[in-house]
């Protein structure tokens, strides 16, 4: 895959991690629309949502888990762009975060406890990671 100016690890995993969230949203649009409806879905929503099914339920959440942690790793993986620095430790860190995050979505829609804690605390271990790297005397 040609990622054009994308030529550090850190940009290369901020891009896949955009390409991820579009996929945990469509995800958790399809479970809503398949729970909720069309009508529901394109309506005005002043009613309560009808419930969405344990899996539904899990991958909205999942969804939601990834934008809260998401903004500080793009804000951290583009201050190291912006600076220009771009070590081993934030390279490890972005991938981390990526991989973390991939995994996590399948391990909490299956409802799996304490690896779902895990992989998020991974997430936040790579972002630390990528800070560390832009400032190492951190």
Do not use: C
């Not at 895959?1 to 945990?24: C, K, P």
């Not at 309560?48 to 899990?58: D, E, H, Q």
């Not at 939601?64 to 793009?74: G, R």
Request: cysteine-free.
């Amino acid at each position: 895959m040609d990622f054009g100016d994308f030529n550090t690890v850190e940009m290369r995993m901020l891009w896949l991690s955009i390409a991820l969230g579009l996929v945990q949203l469509l995800l958790a649009v399809l479970f809503s629309l398949g729970a909720r409806g069309l009508p529901w879905g394109a309506g005005a929503r002043d009613e309560p949502a009808p419930p969405l099914s344990k899996i539904g339920g899990r991958v909205e959440r999942a969804f939601k888990n990834f934008l809260e942690t998401f903004v500080f790793f793009a804000a951290a993986v583009l201050m190291a762009n912006a600076m220009g620095k771009h070590t081993a430790m934030s390279a490890l860190g972005a991938e981390i975060f990526f991989w973390s995050r991939v995994a996590y979505v399948p391990v909490y829609a299956a409802g799996i406890p304490f690896v779902r804690t895990v992989l998020w605390i991974a997430s936040l271990v790579g972002i630390g990671m990528v800070l560390r790297g832009i400032f190492p005397g951190m």
